[in-house]
T-cell receptor, first 110, second 114 residues
Framework: QQPVQSPQAVILREGEDAVINCSSS?????VHWYRQKHGEAPVFLMI?????EQKGHEKISASFNEKKQQSSLYLTASQLSYSGTYFC???????????FGKGTKLTVNP | KAGVTQTPRYLIKTRGQQVTLSCSPI?????VSWYQQTPGQGLQFLFE???????NKGNFPGRFSGRQFSNSRSEMNVSTLELGDSALYLC?????????????FGEGSRLTVL
């Protein structure tokens, strides 16, 4: 079951904040976030395990609400280098299979 | 340390042909997963191999197959190519031995089917 990401695209000015959401209709064991810059391979950002754990990576953090099967990625004080497509991947309990959403394209302008 | 290596990087085939793509994982990584990336569908899971055994499979037709060798290198094959198979095929490897640990992606093999 492919998770649903929103918004599909967002345009920011440098220094602004953004939130990217990821939701699933299935009970989740974990949520993973990756960023892919144009023409490059996806790069790992973080993994969140069930339990409402929040993690951070530089100025990028995320939360996971296992009861709602939702995760949110928070980008604060965005930088030009944050531009790219962000993918959430979800693992349903016991599946050991990572299924990615369609991605959210983030553009940060000067 | 060398990253994940995929070959070939680009290839063009015609409908009905078959294609084989190769993935060499990072040293010590034993799990290899394959994904198809298209603009409209994002990253779609094809299959995952660990210790030469397919452990997980996505919802793709039987024309898509794969295998893994004793040195953890993996190949995927697509037979009877269709126009819709045009995509970027990404290989991802994992240190933990589970598909759902941190994945390290290769730069992909871009397949164009004419």
């Amino acid at each position: 079951q492919q998770p649903v990401q929103s918004p599909q695209a967002v345009i920011l000015r440098e220094g602004e904040d953004a939130v990217i959401n990821c939701s699933s209709s299935k009970a989740l064991y974990s949520v993973h976030w990756y960023r892919q810059k144009h023409g490059e391979a996806p790069v790992f950002l973080m993994i969140l395990l069930k339990g409402g754990e929040q993690k951070g990576h530089e100025k990028i953090s995320a939360s996971f609400n296992e009861k709602k099967q939702q995760s949110s990625l928070y980008l604060t004080a965005s930088q030009l280098s944050y531009s790219g497509t962000y993918f959430c991947g979800t693992e349903e309990g016991g599946s050991e299979k990572l299924v990615f959403g369609k991605g959210t394209k983030l553009t940060v302008n000067p | 340390k060398a990253g994940v290596t995929q070959t070939p990087r680009y290839l063009i085939k015609t409908r009905g042909q078959q294609v084989t793509l190769s993935c060499s994982p990072i040293s010590g990584h034993r799990s290899v997963s394959w994904y198809q990336q298209t603009p409209g569908q994002g990253l779609q899971f094809l299959f995952e191999y660990f210790s030469e055994t397919q452990r997980n499979k996505g919802n793709f037709p039987g024309r898509f197959s794969g295998r893994q060798f004793s040195n953890s290198r993996s190949e995927m094959n697509v037979s009877t190519l269709e126009l819709g198979d045009s995509a970027l095929y990404l290989c991802a490897t994992s240190r933990q031995g589970r598909n759902t640990g941190e994945l390290f992606f290769g730069e992909g093999s871009r397949l164009t089917v004419l």
